[in-house]
């Protein structure tokens, strides 16, 4: 009577992991693309919108003393891959808490609940980059080679995001607090960032002011991605600080989310 | 139906699929109470702080496959936390749970579908998170509908179900994953006669195909008619490992019916 139920599948952990983390990505965006008919047109209009009012304030009201020309492919340059920042790491204050029912009927390993975040915005900001060659060929931008910098610079951010996601979702069960936080770090760092600004535009004020900014890890990405149009705005220091810092980032957060893993599931 | 094991109640069982070796899990008296940084970045070794008490303790018990195990006690004694032990969807603060089979819980069912999703999606996703490959969903999707009887509600989101047929979707859906245990949390208390009667036999055929089973239910007539062993928890204890005759009439004197 005890003959056991033969084992169906053969799963390697890995094979299941994607495909669990998979299958939350394709769902996030599922529901994010049937809940409107516009779906793809306003995952895009954010940053338009953001750009246009830079691109007018910027070289239209004041006379431009940042950037490089043409100034619209250098803002969205840099305003495309912070949407993928931002989204993201505000996405993961509520990791957790959003999908409580989920989280407390399935066992599947729980890095997945942040990492799918990071993947989907991911996904989201690579559908954008279309918007960026648009503009690009009407305002007569020139693309060089070191556009291949982009790949090194999707990897350290997604190193960067995971690692700050890791953090902050199991955080914010226990300090709800922390998740006003993040957003107010997340207005603090748009302006502390090189986006409307050039990481070498910083080189005019006293030195500590540029060292600093180095230190921030989204400036070394961003120089990395607007290589591609300005080739002169790659900074290998500022590159490789980001490198080491996401990676101290992702080895702290694997700390913590191992850490608080058994309390997250009590505290949901 | 199934025939009682042969093993003496409370003894290590050979070959078992799942086993429980002293397990405590303690939670928050007051969920709002926050804790602080400093707690959770101290050992887990056995530290009880004010406000906290433990839900079940040295607990220890060892699962032969094809048991049906009926867990008994009186509520907030900890019968849903071991179900969710088993289904290793928390983890204890002391001792191990070992699972060496897939579990199909029947815990919170309709938690993993979403509400702007359609029916189709939903069933896709939730039995793929349960391990299941899209070329095996589609071979049994129809009967997962069938069973459900929610055929013209394919394309409909979610949330525009009525409770009565997401719970009949979510049932049909996890007790087609064909899993070697089977984990039920007095779900069943919802839908209407039919459809219980319906889970039930579909319940007595996957102990008939040799499923190893945690009931957890008040219902003395459910737990007799399916399980073979029971548990009885009090206060977080495990009072008694015996054959489920004896633990319900253990139980009943405990707290006699009044």
């Known amino acids: ?268 | 139906m199934t025939e009682s094991v042969g093993v003496a109640p409370g003894e290590p069982v050979p070959n078992p699929v799942i086993t429980v070796d002293d397990v405590g899990i303690r939670f928050r008296r007051n969920r709002r109470s926050r804790r602080s940084f400093k707690d959770l970045f101290s050992s887990r070794v056995r530290r009880s702080t004010p406000g906290e008490f433990w839900a079940l303790r040295n607990v220890s018990f060892s699962v032969a496959p094809g048991e049906a195990i009926g867990v008994v006690g009186r509520n907030g004694q900890g019968k849903s936390t071991l179900l969710k032990l088993v289904a290793e969807v928390i983890l204890p603060d002391e001792g191990a749970v070992r699972v060496g089979a897939g579990v199909a819980p029947l815990i919170e069912i309709t938690g993993g579908f979403v509400d702007d999703l359609t029916v189709r999606e939903n069933v896709y996703l939730t039995a793929g998170l349960h391990g299941m490959k899209r070329g095996e969903i589609a071979e049994r999707f129809d009967e997962i509908i069938d069973f459900a009887e929610i055929g013209d509600f394919l394309d409909t989101p979610y949330k525009h179900l009525s409770s009565g047929m997401r719970v009949r979707i979510a049932f049909a859906v996890i007790s087609r994953l064909e899993e070697p245990v089977l984990l039920v949390d007095e779900v069943l208390a919802v839908g209407d006669k039919g459809f219980r009667e319906k889970c039930y036999r579909r319940i007595e055929e996957m102990l008939a195909g040799g499923r190893t089973m945690f009931f957890v239910s008040h219902n003395e007539r459910d737990l007799r008619r399916f399980c073979t062993r029971g548990l009885y928890l009090d206060k977080g204890q495990l009072l008694l490992d015996a054959p489920i005759d004896e633990v319900i009439d253990r139980y009943n004197a405990d707290y006699p019916a009044s």
């Open chain 1, 1 to 268: 009577m005890t003959a056991a139920v033969p084992a169906r599948r053969a799963w390697t952990p890995f094979a299941r992991y994607r495909h669990s983390l998979w299958l939350l990505t394709s769902r996030d965006l599922k529901v994010r693309y049937s809940t409107s008919a516009l779906g793809y047109f306003w995952s895009i209009l954010d940053p338009l919108v953001m750009a246009g009012i830079y691109w007018f304030v910027f070289t239209q009201v004041f006379d431009r003393g940042a950037g490089h020309d043409p100034y619209i492919v250098f803002l969205l340059t840099g305003l495309l891959p912070w949407m993928w920042f931002t989204g993201a790491v505000s996405d993961t204050t509520r990791a957790f808490l959003k999908e409580s029912k989920l989280i407390r009927s399935t066992k599947i390993p729980r890095t997945i609940w942040v990492f799918r975040l990071v993947l989907s915005k991911g996904i989201e900001f690579l559908a954008s980059i279309p918007v960026v060659a648009v503009f690009a060929i009407f305002a007569g931008a020139t693309l060089h080679w070191e556009v291949v910098y982009s790949v090194l610079a999707i990897v350290i951010q997604t190193v960067l995001i995971a690692g700050i996601g890791l953090i902050v979702a199991p955080l914010v069960v226990f300090f709800r607090d922390l998740e006003r936080a993040v957003k107010l770090a997340l207005r603090f760092l748009f302006y502390a960032s090189p986006i409307i600004y050039s990481l070498t535009d910083l080189t005019d004020l006293p030195e500590y002011v540029y060292v600093l900014a180095s230190f921030n890890p989204l400036s070394g990405i961003f120089s990395l991605y607007r290589a591609a149009f300005f080739p002169q705005d790659l900074d290998w220091f500022a590159v490789g600080l980001s490198a080491a810092i996401s990676a101290i980032l992702l080895a702290a957060g694997i700390i913590v989310f191992r850490r608080c893993e058994r309390y997250v599931l009590k505290g949901i």
